[in-house]
């Protein structure tokens, strides 16, 4: 999601290049009377709880929770999370590089350097527009999901196995809102993880949603990768509805 240490632009990874994007349009529209504020925050789920990667791991004896911003909005914010103002690329790499040496990593017998976590970069957007007299406002949220682990295969104990069962319980149930919104269920079971919870505004309803899927080409990993491609086709018959713009 970050890219390499020694970036460029071929080797940008997704959340550099979507606010490299994002920036070169806000300037764009400034002929047009629009000016943009924009405030990012990055967390990990990590054993279903939230951890904030802006911050050295000796600062990390705070509780986060995921809340309503107030009775009558929907939108959601997490208590004691550092959200950073930024105003070019340059600022978010930055982060990024902060977030990535507190990321919580470890060595497993199937990969040297795995994600124990899933991790969750966002990017809340304000447009103003004083010549229209209209305000517009949306969060982008850039997810690297941690990906299912075997436990026949990695052979995980202690430490290691309590972050695969969580990892697991998750990705199960992300698959379960997902279907539930695809039967158009009258309850979505939003609240029975972290990510669910964090993300309901982005899954249903006014958002957009798109997701990749990697799988390995390796013949021993054919039922892992099958598994993936499943998941892959159940995101790919969801629909939620068409977003609107937030425009005030």
């Not at 529209?29 to 405030?39: A, P, Q, V």
């Not at 795995?114 to 209209?134: K, P």
Request: with cysteine.
């Amino acid at each position: 999601m970050e890219g390499p240490d020694d970036m460029t632009d071929e080797t940008m990874g997704m959340i550099p290049r979507a606010v490299h994007q994002i920036f070169q349009h806000a300037e764009e529209l400034k002929s047009r009377g629009w000016t943009y504020k924009f405030t990012a925050s990055f967390l990990e789920i990590y054993n279903e709880t939230l951890q904030d990667l802006l911050v050295r791991r000796s600062e990390k004896n705070v509780e986060y929770e995921i809340k309503r911003v107030s009775v009558t909005n929907e939108e959601l914010h997490v208590t004691n999370l550092h959200y950073v103002p930024v105003a070019s690329k340059e600022e978010v790499c930055k982060l990024l590089h902060s977030a990535k040496m507190n990321r919580s990593v470890a060595k497993t017998l199937l990969n040297d350097r795995s994600s124990r976590s899933h991790s969750v970069f966002q990017l809340r957007i304000e447009g103003r527009n004083e010549m229209r007299d209209l305000k517009t406002n949306a969060v982008l949220s850039l997810v690297d999901l941690a990906g299912s682990e075997r436990l026949d295969k990695s052979l995980s104990k202690g430490d290691r196995l309590k972050e695969t069962q969580a990892i697991n319980s998750s990705l199960s149930n992300l698959g379960l809102v997902i279907t539930s919104l695809s039967n158009k269920d009258t309850h979505i079971p939003y609240r029975n993880s972290k990510l669910t919870y964090l993300l309901q505004n982005s899954l249903r309803g006014n958002s957009k949603m798109l997701m990749f899927v990697n799988i390995s080409p390796v013949a021993e990993n054919f039922s892992e990768s099958l598994n993936s491609l499943r998941f892959a086709s159940k995101v790919n018959e969801c629909v939620v509805g068409t977003a609107q713009v937030n425009r005030k």
